[in-house]
């Protein structure tokens, strides 16, 4: 089954913990995101990779750490130092990174601090 | 700045009427615009890109410059359609794409 897989569908982080979000695809595209939403908020940018060994920050990347060691695999950690993590955030991936590419969405993962 | 503007949280319309979702953005240059959708319990997908003129699921929208906007629209809405919709704008070589807060569009039987 190809596409975009984002794992655990649920996490529960206490607080002053580090947590991380994987995301995995199997698309072959060199371009990953990840998003955070929020009710009332929409889709917010926190970081993006536009190639393997490369990312870049995105609106709201405090908190937040990611790495991109391999082509097909993002992960997003949740760092303490971020004030809200309770959200809903979204892996993403496109071919390449470009304007007319359709970026290809996660499930998400929910997680809640507790 | 580039930004997108989805006036409305919730549209709710009855089935066989004609349904728009607004979307106005802020860009300087051509912009690149696109219009996602999640049902429920589904995950968020591509409904259709300016770039391509096509109608997908009855859905069109046109983009229109100098009113710096980009509605959608179907003429009949029906159950299946209620879903919530982002309109996403690629910001160029110095930006990324951006999303709308999103409008929630209600079809009632």
């Known amino acids: 089954d190809g596409g975009i897989t984002q794992s655990p569908k649920y996490l529960f982080r206490k607080e002053g913990q580090n947590v991380t979000l994987s995301c995995e695809q199997n698309l072959n595209h060199d371009a990953m995101y990840w998003y955070r939403q929020d009710p009332g908020q929409g889709l917010r940018l926190i970081y993006y990779s536009q190639i393997v060994n490369d990312f870049q920050k995105g609106d709201i990347a405090e908190g937040y750490s990611v790495s991109r060691e391999k082509k097909e695999s993002f992960p997003l950690t949740v760092t303490s130092a971020q004030k809200n993590p309770t959200a809903f955030y979204l892996c993403a991936s496109s071919i390449n990174w470009g304007g007319s590419t359709e970026a290809f969405f996660g499930q998400g993962t929910r997680l809640t601090v507790v | 700045a580039q930004r997108v503007t989805q006036p409305e949280k919730l549209l709710s319309v009855f089935k066989g009427a004609p349904v728009e979702l607004k979307c106005n953005y802020s860009y300087s240059g051509s912009p690149e615009l696109f219009w996602y959708v999640q049902y429920s319990r589904q995950r968020l997908q591509l409904l259709l890109r300016h770039i391509s003129r096509e109608s997908i699921k009855g859905f069109t929208a046109d983009l229109n410059k100098g009113e710096t906007s980009f509605h959608l629209k179907k003429p009949f809405a029906q159950e299946e359609d209620s879903a919530m919709y982002y309109c996403?704008?690629?910001?160029?070589?110095?930006?990324?794409?951006?999303f709308g807060k999103g409008t929630k569009l209600s079809v009632k039987p």
């Open positions: 996403a704008l690629w910001g160029g070589s110095q930006g990324n794409l951006i």
